[in-house]
């Protein structure tokens, strides 16, 4: 059958590697609750794609942004959990602050009526 | 670096991550069962969610990847699962191109050597030769050479190099080498070192036979020395005098005249003790060949030729007698432009041949392709409702063709490799030192790389707009449908395109061998048939003067002893053999000043004793041929040929008892006219000829015998052997047909028949194998269509023009296509081929019929597969 999912957007490249480590600062996580932390946070306005966090997550490791390791979780489940590193900290704060520059570039030239000091 | 340990790391990665997958898969269907799903609801669900696992999965281990060349190496090992699936596809489409790759590389291999690199010596951009510009020949007499170097500003240094043939004995066997005689700067001008030993330098020049020196070619070291590193300072007898071994030449050095290998090389001072006379102080002879060397920095070659040009106007001032011309051309050393010219030509235009043969091989498996694509377009299509990305698809596709392109690229390589191993080793004529020069180095191997490449490239994208507009509801729906016969496809193109190429190979390669047939049936103004010829050297045995007119006789008279021989004459070279003879500036009587510049015409000119027509079989049209009485003490006279009469006294009547003369004043009265005939070569035009009584010039100690018998050529040479030896047992003697001695004059035809009839029977198989493909395949697709006529009441007629019917329209368009191109192709043929002629009933019928029984042959299977669709078991299978 075919899977014509009807996806309003793609996420720009990046975005989800960016959400993944926010959500990794706050707590390290395994897939699975990192997909669900990412859509309730976003009030389900964001539909990822369960899978696609997966190569994402690759792409973190093999940066050593994250490491991971398998353990038990609380609901005693085998998992996979995934941890921030120091310099997947760092990198988070410079994407964070270059992205917020990024998107209120993007809101000033959506609504140029509103002035740029509010 | 980390990719090291990555690579035994990554397995444990990818484990982990198939893991981590299906325990997220897990959780999240026991989420849904809890809240109410049945356990088979949840699962689809959560699958559902989570998307394209094997895509997921693929794209995170890529992370880990060099990304190109893994997913390359996976497309690889599918595609030779392809390949092994249909191994008749895969060698079919890999002969294919083995034969168009290894055509491809040996011409390029030819070509590299011959025309890119024909001089594989250090700086061979400034080394230039010259030549006289109206007669693209370069030869120079060894004073004027001499004059050259003094007077020039344009060059560095000028080297000469004149060529003589000489007994070499080193001690046990005296045999025949070809000697380079070079001036004394020669290796110090192409900047050669030496391989063994020394070479000889300017300051060895003390005069005449003042450096009785050899330097022995690397393979003439190898092959008659047997490679003795001890071999210099050894001495031996060039021409019976002694010489010493100084050195060897490096081993890729093969002498500055193109096909034509010197053994050894002497220095041209010494010249006169292997040439008779003392060539070197006459400013008429013309010994050298091109002299050349490299341009002095910042010169032009325009400011190179008016050097030269204001030295030919000297000489043609101070020596009206033996010096005329003075406009002149830089040529490469040793490819004067009468050879280069229409080699580069030919050579080019086979390579032309080559790549067509390539692009029809590309056509050829284009179609396959296409028509593989298609009969896959199920798997295709299920394989993109499955999420596979068309990119993906196409990449496979692409890399399988590449897969089969490289490995009949590596076969060609490998049989032209063999090919051109043994053309470099091939010495057509023992007794002559011409050579092919091939080469396989880097840039063939690189050229048939390339070609593989883009080859596979070329067919490999044919079946793309294919992929790219499937529709995978359909084709999984619908099935593979016969429906095809509709609006011309891409692969009938190709093939129309494919079978004129080879309609166009197999009419060239037709007219070649037809001009080559004609031109062994021609009129040669002398009788093959029945002709033998005898060379011999006197000189070599140590004759001169009157000895070697006495030994001319009792051979003529020994001869005609042996029973069955009809007549035996001497010439001095006979027409077609060896070179064709020898030229001479011809004037009319009535012109005053013999300069250069007023030559009325060059002749060829033969020496012959009384009996030669008759022994040659030319036909004497008028007048009388020479007696006895023909001597010193008679009367200067001459036969002539028509075209002769024609040039000199304007027409070919009332010539009898007129006169010519030549370049010293000497007048020769004509006394009869024989027909025209061939000389140098079969495509020369109308050349004059004039036939000298032997007796009335100093003797020549070397002639030839040609000898009139019906008897059996082989055990006539054995007793024309016995014969001359009981005479002298020490006379070199070289015995053959005459047909066998015009070898070296058919050399270029015969050759190019060769390269244009491989070419020709190449594409002929392209043609069978293309035309086969095409009506197997239609009849395989329609078999069930076919087996319905059959059960509707159609004729086997009806049967086969439905099966066939497109092969053959494609065929006979595409055979009409190439017909007309080859007619426009083989005006270019005419100029090596003697003859060619498309405008040739029997060339336009072969070709016809050529192409008709290849189009029966590449359909007869299809068509008795058609014939026997049997309408019972073919319904029987829906």
Redesign the interface.
Same mark, same amino acid.
């Given at each position: 059958m *075919?899977?014509m999912k009807a996806s309003p957007r793609d996420l720009f490249p990046g975005a989800l590697e960016m959400m993944i480590l926010e959500s990794l600062r706050r707590q390290p996580a395994?897939? =699975?609750a990192l997909?669900q932390h990412i859509q309730q946070r976003s009030n389900n306005l964001l539909q990822v794609?369960?899978?696609?966090l =997966? *190569?994402a @997550?690759?792409?973190l @490791?093999?940066a050593k942004l994250v490491k991971?390791a398998?353990g038990v979780s609380s609901t005693n !489940? !085998?998992? !996979?959990t995934y941890q921030i590193t120091p310099s997947g900290l760092r990198y988070l704060e410079q994407q964070i602050s270059s992205f917020a520059r990024m998107f209120e570039g993007i809101a000033l030239v959506l609504n140029p009526e509103q002035s740029p000091a509010s | 670096m980390d990719w090291i340990p990555s690579i035994f790391r990554r397995r444990a990665l990818y484990d982990d991550l198939n893991e981590e997958i299906r325990l997220h898969i897990e959780e999240r269907t026991e989420l849904l069962m809890r809240q109410g799903l049945s356990a088979a609801e949840a699962e689809r669900e959560a699958r559902r969610a989570f998307g394209n696992r094997t895509l997921i999965e693929e794209r995170s281990r890529e992370v880990w990847q060099w990304p190109m060349l893994e997913s390359a190496w996976g497309d690889m090992r599918l595609a030779i699962r392809q390949m092994r699936r249909s191994p008749g596809f895969t060698f079919a489409a890999m002969l294919t191109l083995a034969l168009a790759i290894g055509a491809n590389a040996v011409v390029f291999g030819v070509l590299n050597r011959i025309i890119l690199h024909p001089l594989d010596v250090p700086d061979s951009k400034s080394l230039y030769a010259f030549e006289t510009a109206e007669t693209q020949i370069g030869h120079q007499s060894y004073p004027d050479y001499l004059d050259f170097r003094a007077r020039n500003r344009s060059f560095e240094d000028l080297a000469a190099f004149g060529i003589s043939q000489a007994v070499l004995d080193s001690g046990k066997n005296p045999a025949r080498a070809w000697a380079y005689e070079t001036s004394g700067n020669y290796f110090d001008v192409l900047r050669i070192e030496p391989y063994l030993g020394r070479v000889f330098h300017a300051n060895d020049e003390r005069g005449p036979n003042s450096a009785p020196y050899v330097v022995l070619s690397y393979a003439y070291w190898r092959n008659h020395f047997q490679a003795d590193h001890g071999v210099v300072g050894r001495k031996v007898l060039v021409n019976k005098h002694p010489f010493t071994v100084i050195g060897v030449a490096p081993p890729a050095f093969e002498g500055t005249l193109l096909f034509f290998t010197p053994d050894c090389f002497v220095p041209i001072v010494n010249r006169n003790q292997i040439d008779d006379g003392n060539q070197l102080s006459e400013r008429g002879t013309r010994i050298i060949w091109e002299p050349f060397g490299h341009l002095k920095p910042g010169v032009t070659e325009t400011q190179a030729l008016a050097d030269l040009s204001s030295i030919g106007s000297y000489l043609e001032a101070t020596y009206p007698k033996e010096d005329g011309h003075k406009n002149f051309a830089l040529i490469r050393p040793g490819f004067p432009n009468y050879l280069g010219r229409p080699l580069r030509a030919f050579v080019a235009g086979l390579m032309l041949l080559a790549g067509l043969i390539l692009l029809a091989a590309c056509a050829n498996l284009g179609g396959l392709f296409a028509a593989k694509a298609a009969d896959r377009s199920r798997e295709v299509a299920l394989r993109l409702a499955l999420g596979s990305s068309r990119r993906r698809i196409l990449r496979q596709l692409l890399t399988e063709a590449l897969l089969i392109s490289l490995a009949g690229g590596a076969a060609g390589l490998l049989v032209s490799a063999v090919l051109l191993r043994r053309l470099n080793a091939w010495h057509p004529f023992p007794d002559l030192a011409l050579h092919v020069p091939a080469s396989l180095d880097g840039s063939v191997y690189l050229a048939a790389l390339a070609l593989a490449l883009i080859s596979g490239f070329l067919f490999g994208i044919v079946p793309v707009r294919q992929v790219m507009c499937a529709n995978p509801y359909g084709i999984v729906k619908a099935g593979p449908t016969g429906a095809t016969g509709r609006r011309v496809t891409l692969r009938e193109v190709l093939l129309v395109v494919q079978i004129a190429i080879c309609g166009l190979l197999v009419t060239s390669s037709m007219v070649a061998v037809r001009g080559l047939m004609r031109s062994l049936h021609g009129n040669f103004g002398f009788e093959l048939r029945n002709a033998m010829v005898v060379g011999v050297d006197m000189k070599m045995a140590g004759y001169a003067g009157d000895r070697v007119t006495a030994l001319e006789e009792e051979m003529i008279g020994a001869v005609k002893t042996i029973p069955g021989v009809e007549q035996s004459a001497l010439v001095n070279n006979p027409p077609l053999v060896a070179g064709g003879g020898w030229t001479m500036n011809v004037f009319k009587d009535e012109t005053r000043d013999l300069g250069p510049s007023n030559v009325a015409t060059t002749s060829f000119q033969y020496y012959i004793s009384p009996e030669y027509f008759r022994a040659a079989g030319t036909a004497l049209l008028s007048g009388r041929a020479f007696t006895l009485q023909d001597d010193k003490n008679a009367p200067l006279v001459a036969v002539i040929n028509q075209e002769f009469a024609r040039r000199i006294f304007g027409s070919e009547r009332e010539v009898l008892g007129r006169y010519f003369k030549s370049a010293d004043g000497t007048r020769r009265q004509v006394v009869g006219i024989v027909e025209d005939g061939r000389y140098f070569n079969f495509s020369e035009a109308q050349q004059p000829a004039v036939f000298l009584p032997m007796l009335q010039t100093t003797p020549l100690n070397s002639v030839w015998l040609v000898v009139r018998s019906n008897r059996d050529p082989q055990q006539l040479a054995t007793d024309m052997r016995t014969k001359l030896r009981a005479l002298d047992a020490g006379l070199p003697l070289e015995i053959e047909t005459w047909t066998k001695g015009m070898d070296f004059a058919l050399f270029p035809s015969r050759m190019a028949t060769v390269c244009l009839g491989v070419m020709g029977l190449l594409g002929a198989v392209l043609s069978i194998t293309g035309i086969f493909g095409m009506a197997a395949y239609t009849v395989s697709k329609r078999l069930k269509e076919l087996g319905i006529r059959v059960a509707l009441g159609a004729q086997p007629s009806e049967v086969l023009l439905t099966a066939l019917g497109r092969a053959l329209k494609v065929l006979a368009l595409g055979s009409a296509g190439g017909l007309v191109l080859g007619i426009m192709a083989s005006r270019v043929l005419a100029h090596i081929v003697f003859q060619a002629s498309p405008r040739d009933p029997f060339v336009l019928a072969g070709v016809v019929l050529a192409m008709s029984l290849l189009g029966l042959l590449a359909t007869w299977v299809p068509a008795q597969r058609a014939l026997s669709a049997d309408p019972l078991i073919l319904l029987r299978e829906e």
């Amino acid at each position: 059958m *075919p899977m014509m999912k009807a996806s309003p957007r793609d996420l720009f490249p990046g975005a989800l590697e960016m959400m993944i480590l926010e959500s990794l600062r706050r707590q390290p996580a395994h897939g =699975y609750a990192l997909v669900q932390h990412i859509q309730q946070r976003s009030n389900n306005l964001l539909q990822v794609e369960e899978g696609s966090l =997966y *190569p994402a @997550l690759q792409r973190l @490791l093999k940066a050593k942004l994250v490491k991971a390791a398998w353990g038990v979780s609380s609901t005693n !489940r !085998r998992v !996979r959990t995934y941890q921030i590193t120091p310099s997947g900290l760092r990198y988070l704060e410079q994407q964070i602050s270059s992205f917020a520059r990024m998107f209120e570039g993007i809101a000033l030239v959506l609504n140029p009526e509103q002035s740029p000091a509010s | 670096m980390d990719w090291i340990p990555s690579i035994f790391r990554r397995r444990a990665l990818y484990d982990d991550l198939n893991e981590e997958i299906r325990l997220h898969i897990e959780e999240r269907t026991e989420l849904l069962m809890r809240q109410g799903l049945s356990a088979a609801e949840a699962e689809r669900e959560a699958r559902r969610a989570f998307g394209n696992r094997t895509l997921i999965e693929e794209r995170s281990r890529e992370v880990w990847q060099w990304p190109m060349l893994e997913s390359a190496w996976g497309d690889m090992r599918l595609a030779i699962r392809q390949m092994r699936r249909s191994p008749g596809f895969t060698f079919a489409a890999m002969l294919t191109l083995a034969l168009a790759i290894g055509a491809n590389a040996v011409v390029f291999g030819v070509l590299n050597r011959i025309i890119l690199h024909p001089l594989d010596v250090p700086d061979s951009k400034s080394l230039y030769a010259f030549e006289t510009a109206e007669t693209q020949i370069g030869h120079q007499s060894y004073p004027d050479y001499l004059d050259f170097r003094a007077r020039n500003r344009s060059f560095e240094d000028l080297a000469a190099f004149g060529i003589s043939q000489a007994v070499l004995d080193s001690g046990k066997n005296p045999a025949r080498a070809w000697a380079y005689e070079t001036s004394g700067n020669y290796f110090d001008v192409l900047r050669i070192e030496p391989y063994l030993g020394r070479v000889f330098h300017a300051n060895d020049e003390r005069g005449p036979n003042s450096a009785p020196y050899v330097v022995l070619s690397y393979a003439y070291w190898r092959n008659h020395f047997q490679a003795d590193h001890g071999v210099v300072g050894r001495k031996v007898l060039v021409n019976k005098h002694p010489f010493t071994v100084i050195g060897v030449a490096p081993p890729a050095f093969e002498g500055t005249l193109l096909f034509f290998t010197p053994d050894c090389f002497v220095p041209i001072v010494n010249r006169n003790q292997i040439d008779d006379g003392n060539q070197l102080s006459e400013r008429g002879t013309r010994i050298i060949w091109e002299p050349f060397g490299h341009l002095k920095p910042g010169v032009t070659e325009t400011q190179a030729l008016a050097d030269l040009s204001s030295i030919g106007s000297y000489l043609e001032a101070t020596y009206p007698k033996e010096d005329g011309h003075k406009n002149f051309a830089l040529i490469r050393p040793g490819f004067p432009n009468y050879l280069g010219r229409p080699l580069r030509a030919f050579v080019a235009g086979l390579m032309l041949l080559a790549g067509l043969i390539l692009l029809a091989a590309c056509a050829n498996l284009g179609g396959l392709f296409a028509a593989k694509a298609a009969d896959r377009s199920r798997e295709v299509a299920l394989r993109l409702a499955l999420g596979s990305s068309r990119r993906r698809i196409l990449r496979q596709l692409l890399t399988e063709a590449l897969l089969i392109s490289l490995a009949g690229g590596a076969a060609g390589l490998l049989v032209s490799a063999v090919l051109l191993r043994r053309l470099n080793a091939w010495h057509p004529f023992p007794d002559l030192a011409l050579h092919v020069p091939a080469s396989l180095d880097g840039s063939v191997y690189l050229a048939a790389l390339a070609l593989a490449l883009i080859s596979g490239f070329l067919f490999g994208i044919v079946p793309v707009r294919q992929v790219m507009c499937a529709n995978p509801y359909g084709i999984v729906k619908a099935g593979p449908t016969g429906a095809t016969g509709r609006r011309v496809t891409l692969r009938e193109v190709l093939l129309v395109v494919q079978i004129a190429i080879c309609g166009l190979l197999v009419t060239s390669s037709m007219v070649a061998v037809r001009g080559l047939m004609r031109s062994l049936h021609g009129n040669f103004g002398f009788e093959l048939r029945n002709a033998m010829v005898v060379g011999v050297d006197m000189k070599m045995a140590g004759y001169a003067g009157d000895r070697v007119t006495a030994l001319e006789e009792e051979m003529i008279g020994a001869v005609k002893t042996i029973p069955g021989v009809e007549q035996s004459a001497l010439v001095n070279n006979p027409p077609l053999v060896a070179g064709g003879g020898w030229t001479m500036n011809v004037f009319k009587d009535e012109t005053r000043d013999l300069g250069p510049s007023n030559v009325a015409t060059t002749s060829f000119q033969y020496y012959i004793s009384p009996e030669y027509f008759r022994a040659a079989g030319t036909a004497l049209l008028s007048g009388r041929a020479f007696t006895l009485q023909d001597d010193k003490n008679a009367p200067l006279v001459a036969v002539i040929n028509q075209e002769f009469a024609r040039r000199i006294f304007g027409s070919e009547r009332e010539v009898l008892g007129r006169y010519f003369k030549s370049a010293d004043g000497t007048r020769r009265q004509v006394v009869g006219i024989v027909e025209d005939g061939r000389y140098f070569n079969f495509s020369e035009a109308q050349q004059p000829a004039v036939f000298l009584p032997m007796l009335q010039t100093t003797p020549l100690n070397s002639v030839w015998l040609v000898v009139r018998s019906n008897r059996d050529p082989q055990q006539l040479a054995t007793d024309m052997r016995t014969k001359l030896r009981a005479l002298d047992a020490g006379l070199p003697l070289e015995i053959e047909t005459w047909t066998k001695g015009m070898d070296f004059a058919l050399f270029p035809s015969r050759m190019a028949t060769v390269c244009l009839g491989v070419m020709g029977l190449l594409g002929a198989v392209l043609s069978i194998t293309g035309i086969f493909g095409m009506a197997a395949y239609t009849v395989s697709k329609r078999l069930k269509e076919l087996g319905i006529r059959v059960a509707l009441g159609a004729q086997p007629s009806e049967v086969l023009l439905t099966a066939l019917g497109r092969a053959l329209k494609v065929l006979a368009l595409g055979s009409a296509g190439g017909l007309v191109l080859g007619i426009m192709a083989s005006r270019v043929l005419a100029h090596i081929v003697f003859q060619a002629s498309p405008r040739d009933p029997f060339v336009l019928a072969g070709v016809v019929l050529a192409m008709s029984l290849l189009g029966l042959l590449a359909t007869w299977v299809p068509a008795q597969r058609a014939l026997s669709a049997d309408p019972l078991i073919l319904l029987r299978e829906e």
